[in-house]
């Protein structure tokens, strides 16, 4: 017999229904009392009954979902030895099926491997199983749609994949769908259902399989009771309804349930009437008389769960209905606000929330949160309320993709398919599964990165090389120390620990399913995987982080039941081990981890459809915004929106799932149900923003209930007074750190300054009854932090630097531009991680290498650079270049194409090179005379060996050493004089600039000078040394610029001109012809350029004997002077702005200085002088 229990949401159907049960199941203990509800229901739904039952325990009453009615049914007909087939299971068939098919599914194969795809393509199979839809239903929309391409299409390659979906699984398994098909075929030999008494409490409606079971249901049970949510106004009876009516569901679900039992009736022989309208009429008319064996009607036209709050009551009756009744009493029961962002929603929501808890009396459990979106909401409502101290329990599966284990295992496939690429190497020894430290794991990435190990065979073999020191040359290296070859030993040890943990993974990848899973399992048992997740389990649980430890402890046995699947439903099959990786990916996708609240007073945070709430008192609606109500869930899946509302009027024999318009009319049930859930409050509120700052609109119910209600005004709770926007400790917290920035900044003034002070006080003073004012101490210090510099201590910086300081003029240049950053690099000696790459300060070492080796091989010849023959100097030159690559860098430029072809770019770059300097040469009488010339030939010599203290007895107690190398020094002797000339080869295009060195920033050129005539004076025999020039070369092979059918000697003239020399030279006549003896106006060699009347042109870069020695001077001072300071223990952060140069622009270290110009005392240093002044200055200090 089939019964209906009616009424509207909060009459009391569910508690109705229970006391008849409880009060039956006392009376008849004979008989089998069975209460289905939907699986999120059925634990609260036990404590339901228990909590009504006189002896608070039920023994013939048994309260179930269909699935776990399934699984009692089938364990009492022995039926538990199949396999089901649950999603994980369905995903990995569908994927293997899928790439079985390729290209037979036009249009479904090629999206199959994009993320997401295959859950919606699984979901639609899983559709076509709830409703009943097999290939005869498929065939039917095939034909229904033959004049839509895209739509048939995609109909076509459905039929197939779940035709052949089923057969690959025929015998094996059965997916979750179909065990209700299982379980109707047991459920006339069951003994538990024979007779028994079976409710239906919580659902609005069922799909056809569940329909199925019902009529089985029916079949052998005395009674089938049905509740059902439906106005007392009403007629639940009526055949005829629109699907924008708000119980449509309602209506609908008892005209299907009758249909069932009249089918059920006439093929059991027991009509008496002829139609079906007959005997609904006549059933109808006998169930709705008001005695105990008919349906119930609760009509009562206030629902007993509103009927001391009339504004509730009044929303239960009149919500979504077609009259136009308005409310114009007390609505303090109702109350709506806006906020201008989700964050400030959700925070307005939890300090209401706070105040009903102090001030209305109110447990977290009277209180319950729902969500337009629950996906938008839960983070950020997890995240706040743990500053309000709130528990919350957020009613929402978990995926367990970011956690260890399956990073883990991700990344040791990885390894395997790419051949040990670096990123995957080192996301698997990070994954917090493996045993290296995150300290042994940098210096194993150090040492692969530096000399470009990879592949397995890299990995295999012992690592026998040191760290490399880019040395330029083949052959120099030096012996390694004790610790280097102690670490080797420690890195090779951990090279072997991956490697033999991955060996079996790499043998099977070409194996069978059943061969790659057991190699996975090998690698992860190995690996003490479940140990380590059992140790983060207990970490997590003593934490008190419950959920993460719940997690932890599930994850293990999932992955496991994972791999047993695979291997179970494509253990022969043959495969990739890449294609692996995408099933096994799929598989993880799918993995979950329900969880239920651990603490009994908590609010429940939910969404509109999937929670269930029991007895709340107080509600708020988040969320509620155009694109959440309706939901904007449509749109998307393999058969889009259109797609159904075309089928659904196309056809009425096939039923699908309910199309986007008539999900947005169930949608208002779902609404109707929860709006109506509260007894004593109901927030509903709405963000202004999202998070990018786009415009957010309120929904449709918001306007509908502000009509309703005449006197109910929306809010801007954060518009409010300041004190009642500052009740919890750790939100205030939050607020008192911005606002003290903002008054440190002298930004607050007024009211605003007033409400700053306030809170603060009373933080300071809460925290101060605790004991502990640390936070206090901290915001302020972080507020009113100034920068201040600090210089080290003397003998901290002895023990950096030593008494005798070694540097070197570029490490000068960088102690000019920034203290700190020369601190960093080379006090401690912080570097960024080399790598096994050609960049471009390896293009200038590759250069200097090559013409120290050309040039070098030219002057231990009997040929002069002037007179040398194009062919043997390219000769040399090549020679020199292939020395130079062979031993660079670990073979670096041999390594790829790439670096070959930059080989061949290098080549033409230095042809061009060795020609100019030749042709610079010729035109001039110097010749080269140094090579690379190291410092420490100049031997004891007061340039680089500086005095920077002295004790009392005037013995040196600090000094420094300079060291370095310069590139290339001319000589030209005539009978009384050495004249030197210094080229610097740069791959830049550098200029000279007073003002740089008078900073400290160009000293390069000079120092070099002043080195050179030094050690030129030492070899002079008496003839005085007078500098010439110091240049700069930019090597490098320019584009002449103009129309295409230039003549090649003008091409030769341009590019002459682009390589000519820049730097500084002196201005005495006989010195510039001596640098380029057939200057004509113009020289394209030195920077210089004579008038119409012989005069130096002001583009001219010249300076006099005494300017030059004035220069020199200054900088031996310089020099000295960032000597005594870096020994002073100097580290400021004081970097410069010169034009638009910034020595922070391309700084290593600035994410570690904490330069912040908005913090007071942090600057840079405005470098404006110009280069004339500069060297007036520098005059005047030599004078």
């Known amino acids: 017999m089939l019964r209906f229990c009616f009424g509207a949401s909060g009459s009391g159907k569910s508690t109705r229904l229970y006391n008849e049960v409880i009060e039956r199941s006392m009376k008849d203990l004979g008989t089998n009392y069975v209460i289905i509800v939907p699986d999120q229901f059925t634990m609260q739904t036990q404590k339901d009954v228990v909590r009504m039952h006189p002896s608070h325990a039920i023994m013939n009453i048994d309260v179930l979902s269909f699935g776990r009615l399934s699984h009692r049914i089938f364990e009492e007909a022995g039926l538990s030895s199949f396999s089901v087939l649950d999603d994980l299971g369905k995903s990995l068939v569908l994927r293997r099926v899928s790439d079985i098919l390729g290209d037979k599914l036009p249009i479904i194969g090629k999206n199959m491997h ?50 052949e979906f089923l057969a690959y699984i025929k015998d094996r398994y059965i997916t979750t769908e179909e065990t209700l098909d299982v379980l109707c075929g047991a459920i006339p030999s069951s003994k538990i259902l024979k007779d ?52 449509m569901l309602s209506k609908k679900t008892v005209y299907d349930l009758e249909k069932l039992e009249y089918s059920l009736l006439q093929e059991q022989g027991a009509l008496g009437v002829p139609s079906f309208e007959a005997y609904r009429n006549a059933r109808n008319e006998e169930m709705s008389k008001k005695n105990q064996a008919g349906d119930i009607f609760i009509t009562d ?155 397995r065979k890299q990995w295999e073999d012992r690592f026998m090389r040191r760290m490399p020191k880019r040395f330029v040359t083949a052959g120099k290296s030096e012996k390694a120390s004790e610790k280097e070859l102690e670490l080797l030993q420690k890195l090779d040890q951990m090279r072997d620990a991956i490697s033999t943990s991955l060996k079996p993974l790499a043998d099977s990848k070409k194996g069978t399913v059943k061969d790659i899973t057991k190699a996975l399992l090998t690698v992860i048992e190995s690996n003490n995987s479940k140990e380590k997740l059992e140790a983060y389990r207990d970490k997590f649980e003593a934490e008190g982080d419950l959920k993460k430890a719940r997690e932890y402890d599930q994850i293990y046995d999932k992955i496991i039941t994972l791999l047993g ?160 926007q500052s009740v919890k400790l750790m ?38 009854e605790n004991g502990d004012n ?26 950096l630097y030593g008494a005798t300081l070694e540097n070197s003029v570029s490490r000068l240049e960088q102690f000019a531009s920034c203290c700190y950053a020369h601190f960093i690099r080379y006090g401690l000696h912080l570097e960024e991680r080399k790598e096994y790459e050609f960049d471009v300060s390896d293009l200038g070492n590759v250069f200097h290498a090559v013409l120290e080796k050309y040039t070098s091989e030219i002057m231990s010849g009997d040929t002069k650079w002037r007179d040398l023959p194009k062919e043997k100097s390219e000769e040399i030159l090549n020679r020199a270049l292939t020395e130079c690559v062979d031993g660079y860098g670990e073979t670096i430029l041999l390594s790829n194409a790439r670096n070959q072809f930059m080989i061949e770019r290098i080549r033409r770059i230095l042809l061009r090179t ?51 190398r310069i590139d290339r020094v001319d000589l030209y002797e005539d009978s009384d004089h050495v004249y030197v000339k210094v080229i610097d080869f740069k791959s830049g295009n550098h200029k000279f600039n007073v003002a740089s060195l008078y900073y400290g920033l160009q000293l390069q050129l000079v120092m070099y000078m002043n080195v050179a005539t030094a050690t030129s004076r030492k070899m002079s025999g008496g003839k005085e040394v007078l500098p010439a020039a110091i240049l700069y070369y930019h090597v490098d092979d320019p584009m002449a610029e103009g129309k295409n059918d230039l003549q090649p000697d003008v091409i030769n003239e341009e590019i002459k001109q682009k390589l000519k020399m820049t730097g500084v030279v002196s201005e005495r006549m006989d010195v510039i012809q001596m640098l380029d003896s057939s200057i004509n106006g113009k020289s394209d060699i030195i920077p210089v350029e004579f008038k119409k009347d012989g ?89």
């Open 114 to 163: 994009k993320p997401g795809y295959i859950d919606e393509v699984k979901s639609t199979i899983s559709e076509f199983m709830q409703y009943g839809i097999g290939d005869e239903g498929l065939a039917i929309l095939e034909e229904k749609s033959s004049k839509k391409g895209a739509l048939n299409a995609k109909i076509k390659d459905l039929r197939l994949l779940y035709s």
């Open 196 to 247: 028994s008494v079976i409710v239906f409490d919580g659902f609005t409606g069922f799909t056809p399989i569940q329909y199925r079971v019902i009529k089985m249901l029916l079949a052998v049970s005395k009674e089938v009771i049905v509740s059902l949510t439906i106005s007392p106004e009403d007629d639940p009876y009526t055949g005829f309804f629109e699907e924008q009516e708000l119980f």
């Open 301 to 455: 036209k206030t629902v007993k769960r509103l009927e001391n709050n009339p504004s509730l009551a009044f929303l239960e009756q009149n919500l979504f209905r077609y009259n136009v009744n308005k409310f114009t009493a007390d609505t303090s029961g109702i109350e709506i606000f806006r906020a201008q962002t989700i964050n400030e929603e959700v925070r307005q929501a939890l300090i209401k929330i706070s105040d009903l808890i102090r001030d209305g009396g109110y447990a977290y459990r009277d209180i319950a949160l729902v969500c337009g979106s629950l996906d938008s909401y839960a983070d950020i409502i997890s995240n706040q309320a743990r500053k309000f101290d709130i528990p919350v329990y957020i009613d929402k599966n978990s995926s367990l993709l970011l956690n260890p284990i399956i990073e883990y295992i991700t990344s040791a496939i990885n390894i395997v398919i790419s051949g040990y690429r670096y990123e995957d190497v080192f996301h698997f020894m990070r994954s917090g599964m493996s045993d290296f430290s995150p300290e042994d794991t940098d210096l194993l990435e150090n040492y692969v990165r530096a000399l470009g190990i990879k592949g």
């Open 565 to 724: 699947q695979m291997d179970g439903l494509l253990g022969d099959e043959k495969i990739e081990l890449s294609e692996y990786k995408e099933i096994l990916s799929t598989g993880f996708a799918d993995i979950e981890v329900g969880t239920i609240p651990q603490d009994v007073d908590r609010i429940i945070v939910g969404d509109i459809e999937r929670t269930r709430l029991c007895e709340v008192k107080v509600l708020f609606f988040l969320g509620v915004n155009d694109g959440n109500i309706p939901s904007n869930a449509g749109g998307g899946g393999i058969l889009s929106d259109i797609d159904r509302q075309f089928l659904a009027d196309a056809t009425s024999n096939v039923e699908l799932a309910p199309t986007p318009r008539q999900q947005m009319y169930i949608q208002r049930l779902y609404l109707y149900m929860n709006l109506t859930k509260p007894t004593d409050k109901l927030y509903l509120s709405f963000a202004e923003l999202t998070p990018d700052g786009k415009s957010l609109r309120p929904a449709y119910l918001i306007s509908k209930i502000t009509t309703m209600f005449s006197n109910i005004t929306i809010s801007r709770p954060e518009d409010g007074d300041f004190e009642s």
């Open 731 to 768: 939100d205030s917290r939050d607020k008192l750190s911005v606002m003290m920035r903002e008054y440190a900044n002298g930004f607050l003034r007024g009211q605003d300054k007033k409400n700053f002070l306030t809170l603060y006080k009373t933080i300071k003073d809460l925290l101060a």
């Open 774 to 799: 640390s936070f206090i101490d901290q915001i302020t210090d972080a507020a009113f932090k100034q920068y201040e510099n600090r210089p080290l201590a003397k003998a901290i910086a002895l023990t």
């Open 914 to 964: 060795v020609d100019t300097l030749q042709y610079q040469i010729s035109k001039g009488k110097f010749e080269p005379a140094f090579v690379e010339m190291d410092f420490r030939e100049a031997g004891n010599i007061d340039e680089i060996n500086i005095a920077l203290s002295e004790d009392e007895q005037k013995n040196i107690t600090e000094k420094m050493i300079l060291r370095g």
């Open 1095 to 1183: 005069s130096l042109s002001s583009r001219s870069a010249t300076l006099s004997d005494s300017d030059y020695g004035a220069i020199s001077r200054f900088t031996e001072k310089k020099i000295r002077e960032f000597g005594k300071s870096i020994l002073n223990g100097n580290i400021e952060v004081n970097p410069y702005e010169m034009g638009d140069r910034s020595s922070c622009t391309y700084c290593s270290y600035r994410s570690i200085c904490g330069y912040d110009e908005s913090i007071k005392g942090y600057s840079k240093r405005n470098l404006d002088i110009s280069s004339s002044d500069a060297m007036e200055i520098i005059r005047s200090e030599n004078n």
